[in-house]
């Protein structure tokens, strides 16, 4: 058990975990990082990532993700492929145990598992996810300017997302199930008084319609929508589908120990990356449901490092 006793034991892979390990490591802390089951977070199902500073020309989502990994270890901090499967933080040092069933303890936790976007759960969606299809619209926006795209929801996000859409695309075309949308007032108008958002009520997106080139390379050209009155289909050329359902913060390994908000996202005191429970930390998506961006899911990654340094410094003390 000796050999898998560390100081600082960092919970996920995307932009947030990999700062902190960038930053614990550089501090002599010596972090572990526990990959997860998607290594790398969301970015490694994104493809052109053009808002990341430092890379003038964009860069592809997986090798910036693959750059910030090889730079953390490269200060000294190991990256296991696994899972954290049970997480104990009743008692010090924290418990954690592996999808491989080892056991590990940790004088610190930093947590950053991220947000998972709710899908519609179709393949052709993950098929063409990155390459025309996307769960962010601040993030590939950018590149629909002068298209036709849809946006798939009928919450604040759906029309938060569809108006920002429209200062690139040229026509963007929502998408709901129901009739009647869950949004606030206020969203829903301002949708509904932008002359390029058009409405689709009660209909679905039964198919992803795409090509791939002979480059082997993918992309969306349509969807088939499917009535949810009386199940007929009509086909549409669109040159991008946004899915605007909502996130979920992949926060489920740690039960009730953490303080939640009401949607689940872990509460940090702020202007810190503290959470409830002393010598645990929160940074990145699983924390943030307002912004969602690689740049400041790694600028909370550099702050939960920094309280973590501090933290043990004063346990060292005491």
């Not at 930093?110 to 179709?122: D, E, K, M, N, Q």
């Not at 605007?244 to 940090?268: M, R, W």
């Amino acid at each position: 058990m000796a050999d898998n006793h560390h100081k600082v034991i960092v919970i996920g892979s995307g932009p947030a975990g990999l700062t902190a390990a960038i930053y614990a490591s550089r501090a002599n802390l010596e972090p572990v990082i526990f990959e997860g089951n998607q290594p790398g977070g969301q970015l490694t199902i994104t493809t052109e990532v053009d808002n990341y500073p430092g890379f003038k020309d964009g860069i592809q989502g997986p090798e910036l993700m693959e750059t910030m990994r090889e730079q953390a270890i490269r200060f000294g901090a190991k990256a296991y492929f696994k899972a954290a499967t049970k997480v104990d933080l009743s008692e010090r040092p924290f418990k954690i145990t592996t999808d491989d069933d080892e056991n590990y303890t940790a004088d610190s936790v930093i947590i950053a598992t991220g947000a998972s976007a709710r899908l519609l759960g179709i393949p052709s969606e993950s098929e063409y996810m990155g390459f025309g299809v996307s769960a962010c619209a601040t993030c590939d926006g950018f590149f629909y300017r002068d298209k036709k795209v849809i946006v798939v929801g009928g919450g604040d996000t759906a029309m938060e997302e569809a108006t920002y859409l429209t200062k690139f695309a040229s026509e963007v075309i929502l998408i709901h199930r129901r009739d009647e949308f869950r949004s606030s007032k206020i969203m829903e108008d301002r949708a509904i008084k932008n002359p390029k958002v058009k409405f689709m009520t009660s209909y679905v997106i039964d198919e992803v319609l795409g090509t791939t080139n002979m480059m082997g390379q993918k992309s969306v050209t349509g969807a088939r929508l499917k009535s949810m009155k009386d199940d007929t289909t009509v086909e549409m050329d669109i040159d991008g589908i946004f899915v605007a359902i909502g996130h979920s913060p992949n926060t489920k390994v740690f039960g009730d120990q953490l303080d939640k908000d009401e949607t689940g996202y872990l509460n940090t005191i702020p202007g810190t990356t503290k959470t409830n429970i002393e010598g645990v930390f929160a940074a990145g998506d699983v924390t943030d449901k307002t912004y969602r961006q690689a740049i400041t899911a790694a600028g909370t990654g550099c702050m939960a490092a920094l309280d973590a340094q501090h933290y043990l410094e004063d346990i060292e003390i005491a």
